[in-house]
């Protein structure tokens, strides 16, 4: 591939990527000069938290021909998105599809020693389907500890008592979280096992999804017009676990397209085994909306390292409409993210991150986690996968 030079796009408002926008992030995956080494299969690994934004580095032109770089090539935040697309088409297929998934909600607790956040209403939720219609198909659950965020909540938490179980206020009553997980299970109505089953993927075949187009253009058309969709697997959005109304109202009316944007790509991306290159279009599709903006490198909730796209903030109002703490009430802003791993393009979590404390929140800093959605693995395999016993978190 040819190297070519870096590029900074305009913000706020992305414009599509160029042909000159998506060679550059075509040469992150060269090897570097200097030395040759085999190609090998990208696998989907953890990194460590990193924040900020890379700057782009000098070039110089050499007559004529592609320009030289003068030192290690560091793409910016849309490029390294766009990068991240072209190793998403190298991923390798096979017969069984699995989807490990961690979900969780965040808590603000107020003790007589401090405020910590919890994450609850925390579950895990395992599937695998067959490529094809008889392959069979199966499903999981267990329920996963509710626990301290930071190392600093643990400390306020152990100072208040370490209580194993922990009163929070959630949507119109008060609940009491626990430091109990439960094993796998696979009964009931939502989970078990279906010989029969295998090949169907959010209603589409295996063969439908091999079909559709790869072209951004297209996939918006298809996937990003009129926005929709949340990372259930019947595509609806998380609900709070009280079963309620969530505990505030957004004076903007709703949510933004964006946001909807986000959720639908990460539906799809997570619940269906889009081939590589249809993965990698959806990348620059949404890389691509009015609305969203590449922020840089930063940590999904299982603490990996990825490059991420956000919508615009929105503002959510608590009032004491539902009852509960009055410390609560109050407006904070937030916003959509999803986490894509550089190094493979994989998605790593859909995420909605505070911007502006208030509320329930006022005592949290911008960046924190409200609720998630992480994918702590996902991908095909040739023989039928099982869930891993370990809890996601140490």
């Not at 620059?284 to 609305?291: H, I, S, Y």
Request: glycine residues 14%.
């Amino acid at each position: 591939m040819d190297e070519v030079r870096m590029v900074r796009d305009a913000y706020p408002e992305p414009a599509p990527p160029t042909a000159r926008e998506i060679a550059r992030a075509k040469a992150l995956l060269d090897d570097p000069p200097r030395r040759s080494l085999p190609r090998l299969r990208w696998r989907l690994a953890c990194g460590v938290l990193a924040t900020g934004t890379a700057a782009a580095v000098a070039v110089t032109f050499v007559g004529g021909n592609a320009p030289a770089p003068t030192g290690p090539v560091i793409l910016d935040d849309r490029a390294a998105v766009l990068a991240a697309a072209e190793k998403a088409e190298r991923q390798p297929v096979g017969r069984y599809w699995h989807s490990d998934v961690v979900s969780g909600q965040s808590y603000v607790v107020r003790s007589g020693t401090g405020t910590y956040a919890v994450i609850g209403a925390h579950n895990e939720s395992f599937s695998w389907h067959g490529a094809e219609r008889g392959m069979g198909e199966m499903y999981y659950g267990r329920d996963l500890p509710a626990r301290p965020w930071t190392a600093r909540d643990e400390a306020v938490w152990r100072g208040s008592g370490a209580p194993s179980g922990i009163r929070v206020w959630s949507g119109d009553k008060y609940l009491t979280l626990t430091a109990r997980a439960t094993k796998w299970s696979s009964s009931g109505p939502e989970r078990g096992t279906n010989p029969g089953g295998g090949g169907d993927f959010l209603g589409k075949s295996a063969e439908e999804l091999r079909n559709l187009p790869t072209d951004p253009a297209k996939l918006t058309e298809l996937f990003l017009k009129g926005g929709g969709g949340g990372l259930n697997p019947d595509g609806t959005p998380p609900k709070d676990p009280s079963g309620k109304r969530p505990p505030g109202k957004d004076p903007s009316g709703g949510r933004k397209a964006g946001g909807d944007q986000i959720n639908r790509v990460s539906s799809l991306l997570l619940n269906s085994p889009m081939p590589p290159k249809v993965r990698a279009g959806l990348m620059r599709a949404l890389a691509a909306q009015p609305g969203i903006h590449a922020i840089g490198r930063t940590a999904d909730p299982l603490g990996r390292r990825g490059i991420a796209l956000a919508d615009g903030e929105r503002a959510t109002t608590v009032t004491g409409e539902w009852g509960g703490p009055k410390a609560d009430r109050g407006t904070y802003r937030s916003r959509e993210v999803v986490v894509f791993d550089e190094r493979t393009g994989a998605l790593l979590s859909r995420q909605n991150m505070l911007t502006r404390p208030g509320g329930p929140y006022a005592q949290m800093k911008p960046g924190f986690i409200i609720e998630f959605q992480a994918v702590r693995s996902e991908g095909w395999s040739d023989t039928r996968p099982a869930p891993r016993p370990e809890l996601p978190y140490r």
